[in-house]
């Protein structure tokens, strides 16, 4: 179990009361009274008409499902915090028995990693293991979102 978390000495990993899981995308869910988003990935977008986004993109409901599955159905969920973004959201590490839920999506070809992007947030053994899923696991069958989303997401301005 040891082998797929950062050095015990050096994180402190937060368990997760499953029943106050509630599902939102494949890479976000809301846990009691705040949201985590999963550090490492991109899922693909469900509707988020709060956010400007009218449809699905494609493998979106298929990701946001599978994410919500395996939360639901694990043993331990935990996670390990890093910091709020912009949208007020706590990205964390999110382990499901004890293995990085990031690299599962990966693996499932339901996410691409973002490790490559914006680095490795002060955990480089997680964000190895990210790359390395990535690296070893066949493209995912849809668009990047963030391209996606460009095109699109209706933006509010001023």
Excluded: C
């Excluded at 499901?96 to 990693?113: D, F, P, Q, R």
């Excluded at 849809?142 to 391209?147: A, G, H, L, V």
């Amino acid at each position: 179990r040891g082998d797929e978390k950062e050095n015990k000495d050096t994180v402190a990993l937060i368990r997760i009361d499953k029943s106050a899981i509630r599902p939102d995308d494949g890479d976000t869910f809301f846990y009691k009274d705040f949201t985590i988003r999963i550090l490492g990935i991109d899922a693909p977008e469900i509707i988020h008409k709060e956010h400007g986004i009218f449809e699905n993109q494609p493998y979106g409901r298929k990701a946001a499902e599978m994410t919500i599955d395996i939360l639901r159905k694990a043993k331990i969920v935990e996670y390990i915090p890093f910091q709020n973004d912009k949208y007020g959201r706590l990205l964390a590490h999110v382990f499901v028995n004890g293995k990085l839920l990031s690299v599962h999506l990966i693996k499932a070809g339901l996410a691409y990693e973002t490790v490559s992007h914006y680095g490795d947030n002060g955990f480089p053994e997680l964000a190895q293991r990210i790359l390395k899923a990535a690296h070893e696991s066949p493209s995912p069958p849809f668009e990047k979102p963030y391209k996606w989303r460009r095109r699109h997401q209706i933006r509010k301005w001023k």
